[in-house]
């Protein structure tokens, strides 16, 4: 990186040859006010604030437009810049409304703090007020168009980061504003244009009134939907949730948050809560004591243990619990000696951990990457920040981007330089073809997919120097080890660099799996009311997620213990339901699907007798008389994980601080193992295929896959009034649906 010196308010520095003026004066810590201008996004100039005095230039420069130069000098505070950033001040104040004192941006508004900064300005501007009314762009975001600055930074968030193109400039001059065409705003709505919005122009509908932002306390904690695994800011008044927010450019995810991370968390403060534990007598679901139902709990689990022997007790965690409350439930497993020890997952971990060639990348590193290659999956839709990551590398690196899936999905619009629309299920062919070129013509036919087209994938991911692979769930059985052991097929070199991400699913579904969770679920529901007597099911609703084949599993058992949030359709059926603390009642840790370690941090206290899952476990092995190695909080049991669990030595809340929020676990790559016995278990899948199957022209549309509604946003009115609204959007994006359909005739 070639360096160049410069000069700025008398003092000399060095900086990257290239770099904005403006962001080398923030990395000194030289403040220049903008509206305009933000962090990863295109210049704007249009706020003027940023002035200022470069040697030899004719007139004022704006600093977030200016690249710096060998021998710059520049000033950047003077009397004659002070005054032009009052003018500007004043212009921007002429019609802006007088809302400090009801505007929820009040105390966080960037125009009030230049306004404070800058002292008096003039109020020479003597212009009518544009007076206009609040209205809603959509069941997120509401808007007041005379508190706009005209910043643009929403409609470039729209474009740069979401890739949606749906907010834009409407009129000009005086009379302009920021809309849209059509009636109301359809897009993906993540809210970042809220985040980034300066004044209070752009407000989330969900906690508009709520809290002023000195009453609010916010906690950084973890988001506990998708497994991306955001850091964001709990906002809380008193025992209330009030909103959650991006952090200020930090964590992994920066300021990026999708709808669910942003205004999925009101279920924390829902009424429908659980608050006390339940024993069924006589049919009916009775509040008991705390001692009660752990007493009743531990004789019955004994007494079927001891009837029906270890194997007829099966426990099943899931990847919305800690850590901590996993590894606790592995440890009562153990105790139990029974073999059937699971949770219930999207895609099977194990056989890709078993077959890596590659390390596991960070966001970040798939950011970086030159040829990102998504095969199965839909980041858009089910893990948002790897799809931010996807089009960042396509945006600034100009990645080649190439993406496989059975339908047209929104990655695939605009950015994709090759896509290959398969047939269902058809995956598998796609990664023989990869691993074994001698069959691409063949896979090409069987996916129904051009075989040029095909041959170009595969010469761009074997030509790759910088590749990052993202696999989603739909690879399955062979293909999926095979694609693990893509690099070993590839060839390693000093000159290559490769990564995968797993999209895994869930929040913890990477913890889950290495706390202990293994086994399998779907093992466990064929034994029920047979080999398996009783089930210990913790923080999973499988009755609705996975239908009636569960209920009728689950009924034919002598006892079933639940613990959850609320009175779920699984938790109805249970003998006993166990109030538990939300992720923002309780210390602890997530591992996302990148396998960095991040903090779960206690937000509030919670209402009624909630406990902690992993307290809940430790006091059922209590009663029953079984050491799990019992520790007294979050911090111990972590401590244990970094003793006890492969790849996370050392692992702490110290640690994770210090790895700016994201501890990074160590997966061994596979080494030795015969790869002969994977190609030959893929060509059976494949031949498996259908291919008389016809292709799936079904765009994907919002609210398929994480943003439908399901146990925990089935309590967030917000994001229940989307879903209709979705719904009337369906189909919206069926004009470039014809592209896919005749790729796939070809």
């Excluded at 001059?173 to 009636?183: D, L, M, R, S």
């Excluded at 991006?246 to 300021?255: H, R």
Aim: hydrophobic fraction near 40%.
């Amino acid at each position: 990186m070639e360096m160049v010196k410069l000069t700025i308010d008398g003092k000399e520095y060095e900086a990257p040859k290239g770099k904005l003026l403006i962001e080398v004066c923030k990395d000194h810590g030289i403040d220049i006010p903008s509206f305009c201008y933000y962090p990863d996004l295109t210049p704007q100039a249009a706020c003027r604030m940023c002035l200022v005095r470069i040697e030899k230039m004719p007139k004022l420069a704006t600093s977030c437009t200016v690249t710096v130069a060998d021998g710059m000098v520049v000033t950047t505070a003077s009397n004659e810049i002070l005054e032009m950033r009052k003018g500007m001040l004043d212009f921007i104040l002429g019609n802006h409304p007088l809302d400090c004192p009801v505007c929820d941006k009040g105390g966080q508004c960037e125009l009030q703090d230049m306004a404070f900064d800058h002292g008096t300005v003039y109020a020479q501007y003597a212009v009518n007020k544009n007076n206009t009314g609040e209205e809603r762009l959509s069941p997120f975001i509401a808007f007041d168009e005379q508190r706009c600055v005209r910043c643009y930074r929403c409609i470039r968030v729209c474009e740069e980061w979401m890739d949606v193109h749906a907010l834009t400039k409407i009129a000009r001059g005086t009379h302009e504003y920021i809309g849209f065409y059509g009636k109301d705003l359809s897009c993906e709505q993540c809210g970042n244009c809220v985040e980034v919005c300066p004044v209070g122009a752009l407000l989330s509908v969900d906690s508009r009134f709520k809290s002023r932002p000195w009453d609010m306390k916010e906690t950084v904690t973890t988001c506990t939907y998708c497994g991306d695994g955001c850091q964001l800011n709990l906002g809380v008044r008193g025992e209330e949730y009030v909103r959650a927010a991006s952090k200020d450019m930090t964590g992994i995810n920066g300021e990026f948050l999708c709808i669910k991370g942003r205004y999925g968390s009101a279920f924390i403060s829902s009424p429908e809560r659980l608050k006390t534990p339940l024993v069924k007598k006589n049919g009916q679901h009775v509040a008991v004591s705390w001692d009660e139902a752990l007493k009743y709990t531990a004789e019955k689990l004994a007494a079927v243990r001891k009837a029906s022997g270890d194997a007829s007790l099966a426990v099943i965690g899931s990847p919305r619990l800690t850590n901590e409350a996993n590894l606790t439930l592995a440890r009562l497993g153990k105790a139990f000696g029974t073999p059937h020890l699971t949770h219930f997952r999207k895609m099977e971990l194990g056989d890709f951990w078993k077959n890596l060639s590659a390390p596991i990348g960070t966001h970040a590193e798939v950011q970086e990457a030159t040829t990102v290659l998504v095969i199965g999956g839909d980041p858009t839709e089910e893990s948002p920040l790897t799809g931010y990551s996807v089009r960042y590398a396509e945006r600034k690196h100009d990645a080649d981007l190439l993406v496989v899936h059975s339908r047209p999905i929104k990655i695939a619009r605009r950015q994709a330089d090759r896509f290959l629309h398969i047939r269902p299920n058809a995956e598998s062919a796609i990664v023989q073809a990869l691993v074994d070129e001698a069959s691409l013509d063949q896979m090409a036919k069987t996916a129904g997919v051009p075989a040029a087209d095909l041959r170009a994938v595969r010469e761009a991911v074997h030509k790759a120097k910088n590749l990052a692979v993202v696999v989603g769930p739909q690879v399955t059985g062979a293909a999926l080890k095979a694609l693990a052991r893509l690099a070993d097929v590839i060839g390693k070199s000093d000159d290559k660099k490769m990564c995968f991400l797993p999209m895994a699913g869930y929040n913890n579904s990477v913890g889950a799996f290495d706390m202990g969770l293994t086994g399998n679920a779907a093992d466990v529901r064929e034994k029920c009311g047979q080999a398996v007597k009783a089930v210990y099911l913790v923080g999973a609703n499988p009755v609705e997620q996975y239908g009636d084949g569960w209920k009728t599993a689950l009924a034919k058992l002598d006892f079933l213990v639940v613990q959850e949030l609320f009175l779920t359709e699984t938790a109805q059926l249970a003998d006993v339901v166990f109030p538990v603390s939300s992720y923002a009642e309780q210390d602890g840790s997530f591992t996302n699907q990148a396998g960095q370690v991040q903090r779960v941090a206690r937000a509030l206290e919670g209402q009624g007798q909630l406990r902690p899952d992993w307290l809940v476990v430790q006091a059922i092995a209590k009663e029953m008389g079984l050491n799990i190695n019992a520790k007294g909080s979050a911090a111990a049991l972590l401590k244990d994980i970094g003793t006890e669990i492969s790849g996370y030595s050392g692992v702490s809340f110290a640690k994770i601080k210090e790895s700016n929020g994201a501890f990074r676990t160590s997966r061994p790559l596979a080494a030795g193992t015969a790869f002969d016995p994977i190609l030959a278990d893929l060509r059976k899948q494949t031949g498996a295929i259908d291919t008389n199957a016809q292709h799936d022209t079904r765009v994907v549309e919002q609210g398929e896959g994480l943003f439908k509604l399901g146990t925990m946003l089935n309590q967030v009115p917000t994001m229940i009034e989307a879903q209709p609204f979705w719904d009337a959007h369906k189909g919206e994006t069926a004009e470039w649906e014809g592209e896919f359909v005749a790729a796939a005739g070809d």
